[in-house]
Nanobody
């Protein structure tokens, strides 16, 4: 059974940092792109960042460029999202998922994790 499990969320003050992790089990990460998305209450799920299986291709939403960094460790079957200079508008449930290629389109992704809550207080 393929499973992605996110962790690392929590409550942080504006300007603070968090590092999210996404660990895969039942399927190796090494041949898939991974993406991070987020969903705030009453809003659609939106793209945050994606990384190709090799790590060469990396995409970011404009809203997080310069603040968030996506990385991966295929040996650990883990993808990370380092989030710095957090803002209240970053508050959401953060999800990771597989994709054949790094993409901003939610339709490309599958095997979604259960999500981890990130709350940024002002």
């Amino acid at each position: 059974q393929v499973q992605l499990v996110e962790s690392g969320g929590g409550l942080v003050q504006a300007g603070g940092s968090l590092r999210l992790s996404c660990v895969a089990s039942g399927r190796t990460l090494s041949r898939y792109a991974l993406g991070w998305f987020r969903q705030a209450p009453g809003k659609e799920r939106e793209f945050v960042a994606a990384i190709s299986w090799s790590g060469v291709s990396i995409l970011y939403a404009d809203s997080v460029k310069g603040r968030f960094t996506i990385s991966r460790d295929n040996a650990k079957n883990t993808v990370y999202l380092q989030m710095n200079s957090l803002k209240p508008e970053d508050t959401a449930v953060y999800y990771c998922a597989f994709s054949p290629v790094a993409s901003t389109s939610v339709a490309m992704y599958f095997n979604w994790g259960q999500g981890t809550q990130v709350t940024v207080s002002s």
